[in-house]
């Protein structure tokens, strides 16, 4: 029931960028934007978030407008920040944080009915235990999920743990229940699990 996802601007922009070998005298054509992204993924894939971070500026640098490093810059900060918090230096979680969600709004401009950018505003939210704060994106990524599985399930997950949390476990049930309806969940032993828990607790059975 507790998130286990995870800089401040200055920190970020003093890492150090090695990626490529750019000459003064042409582009190297391997550094466009797209071809950034995909190494900082790789990056990401392999949890190492600071060099994800640092190419996924690198690449928006290269196209501010560009959704995936957006997105993936955010997604690394977010992991940083989390990382942060484990390490008990709650100020730079929260510098993290803010400038995480910075960039999801910068990438949910650049592609207004993709779910991603929300979902992981979201998700950052919920993790943070900002209940009441993390509804409004993963609804607004619900809204979005166009019958993609994976975000909905995550989707009714967090909103089903915040509403629990929010004592609103009428409406848990509901998200709960919503995800035993999606074929194969991997969150579906979890979410019976909470769905035994809230008929406990509706029953008088305390927390």
């Known amino acids: 029931m507790t998130g286990k996802s995870v800089f401040v601007c200055c920190a970020l922009l003093a890492l150090p960028v090695f990626w490529g070998c750019v000459t003064t005298e042409e582009p190297n054509p391997w550094e466009s934007a797209d071809n950034l992204a995909q190494v900082a993924r790789d990056h990401y894939e ?19 407008g560009h959704f995936d490093a ?34 999801f709004r910068l990438a949910s401009k650049s592609k207004p009915d993709a779910p991603g950018p929300y979902l992981s505003a979201g998700t950052l939210k919920h993790d943070r235990g900002l209940w009441t704060e993390a509804v409004k ?10 019958g993609d ?10 909103l089903g743990t915040c509403n629990i949390m929010m004592l609103k476990y009428a409406e848990a049930r509901e998200f709960f229940f919503k995800i035993l309806d999606i074929p194969g969940a991997p969150s579906r032993g979890e979410a019976e699990k909470m769905l035994i828990e809230i008929d406990r607790i509706m029953k008088g059975g305390g927390k």
């Open 46 to 64: 392999g949890m190492q978030f600071e060099a994800a971070a640092n190419i996924f500026l690198k690449a928006l640098e290269k196209d501010p």
């Open 70 to 103: 957006a997105l993936g810059l955010g997604n690394s900060l977010f992991m940083l920040g989390t990382f942060a918090g484990q390490r008990g230096d709650l100020k730079a979680r929260d510098g993290y944080d803010a400038k995480a969600m910075e960039y």
């Open 137 to 146: 994106p993963l609804e607004m990524a619900l809204e979005r999920a166009q």
């Open 149 to 158: 599985t994976v975000v909905l399930e995550r989707c009714y997950f967090y």
